[in-house]
C-alpha cells in the first residue's frame, strides 16, 4: 500500500531580492522593501512530503530519522543562519521564495533514495507559501 | 509549474434561510445558522494560484498584486458586511461557505493575468473550510 507522509523543517535565513540585470528603478518596482540592499530575513518553514509503499515489517514509507538526517544535512543546515544570496545556487538566480522551492526540491529528489520525493511546501510568512512537485501539477 | 498561497481575513455576517421553505423547514435544515438577526464568522481565505516562474523577476507573479487583488476583490467587498444584505451574490443565494468560495473564485478569475487561479480555501473556523477548484 503506497502512503505519503509529510514532515515539517525550519531554518531562519536572510534574503534580498534583486536581479544584476535590471536598473535599479526596475529592481526597486518589481521587489520593492524586498529589494532593500542590506536584505531582510524570515523563519521558513519547509515541508517535505515523501511517499512510497508501506513495508510490511516496519509499517513505515520511510525511517524519520532517515529523512531527518538527510533534510539536516542537505537543506537546513545549507540555508539556516545564512544570507541566501551567499549561497552558490543563489549566485544568478535570485533567490525568491519559488525559486528556494525548486532548489530544496530538486537537492531532495537527487539526493533522498528511502522514498520517492512528492513535494516540497515552503511557508515564508504565516499569510504566504509555495508548492512545487517537480514541475508537475498538484493532486488536490 | 509552481504553486502560491496567500492568506487573508476578513470578517462578515450571515444567515440561512431559504424562502422557499417553510419556517419550520428552514429551521430544521439550517439549525442555528437560521437566526433572522444572522451572526458572524473571522472568515480566512486561502488563494492558491499557479504558474511558471518568470526566469527575470523570479516571482510565478507578485504578492503584493495578489494581496492588493484579494483585498480590492474580496475584503473590501466582504468584510464587516452581512453577506444577504449587502453583497449582491447574495441576494437571492445563501451564503453558505461554499457559495461564498465560489462567488470569490468568480471575482477573482477575471483579475488574474500572470498566475491562474488554482484553488480557493474559505475557513469559516479552525475546524471548517472549503475548496474550490472551480470545477463545474
Not at chain 1, 532517515?66 to 545564512?82: A, C, P, S, T
Not at chain 1, 521564495?97 to 504565516?126: D, S, W
Amino acid at each position: 500500500m503506497k502512503a505519503h507522509l509529510t514532515r515539517r523543517y525550519r531554518f531562519s535565513a536572510s534574503h534580498r531580492l534583486h536581479n544584476e540585470s535590471m536598473s535599479p528603478e526596475e529592481n526597486l518596482a518589481t521587489y520593492g522593501k524586498c529589494n532593500n540592499p542590506y536584505g531582510h530575513g524570515h523563519n521558513y518553514i519547509v515541508e517535505v512530503t515523501v511517499s512510497g509503499q508501506v513495508e510490511p515489517s516496519t509499517g513505515m514509507v520511510c525511517n524519520l530519522v532517515d529523512l531527518d538526517g538527510f533534510v539536516k544535512e542537505q537543506i537546513v543546515n545549507r540555508y539556516d543562519h545564512m544570507n541566501l544570496n551567499t549561497v552558490d545556487e543563489f549566485q544568478k538566480l535570485v533567490p525568491t521564495t519559488e525559486n528556494l522551492c525548486v532548489e530544496i526540491f530538486n537537492r531532495l529528489q537527487k539526493g533522498f533514495r528511502p522514498a520517492n520525493v512528492e513535494r516540497v511546501r515552503i511557508e515564508e510568512t504565516m499569510m504566504n507559501s509555495f508548492e512545487y512537485a517537480g514541475g508537475g501539477e498538484l493532486a488536490h | 509549474m509552481i504553486y502560491l498561497t496567500r492568506r487573508v481575513e476578513f470578517s462578515a455576517s450571515h444567515y440561512y434561510h431559504n424562502p422557499e421553505f417553510s419556517a419550520e423547514e428552514n429551521r430544521r435544515i439550517f439549525g442555528k445558522c437560521n437566526n433572522p438577526h444572522g451572526h458572524g464568522h473571522n472568515y480566512i481565505l486561502e488563494v492558491t494560484v499557479r504558474g511558471e516562474i518568470d526566469s527575470r523577476s523570479g516571482f510565478v507573479m507578485d504578492l503584493k498584486q495578489l494581496k492588493e487583488i484579494m483585498n480590492r476583490e474580496v475584503v473590501d467587498a466582504l468584510d464587516h458586511r452581512h453577506l444577504n444584505k449587502e453583497v449582491p451574490e447574495f441576494a437571492h443565494q445563501i451564503p453558505t461557505s461554499e457559495n461564498i468560495a465560489i462567488a470569490i473564485w468568480k471575482r477573482l478569475t477575471p483579475k488574474l493575468k500572470l498566475a491562474q487561479l488554482h484553488r480557493v480555501r474559505l475557513y469559516e473556523t479552525a475546524d471548517l473550510f472549503v475548496d474550490f477548484y472551480g470545477e463545474a
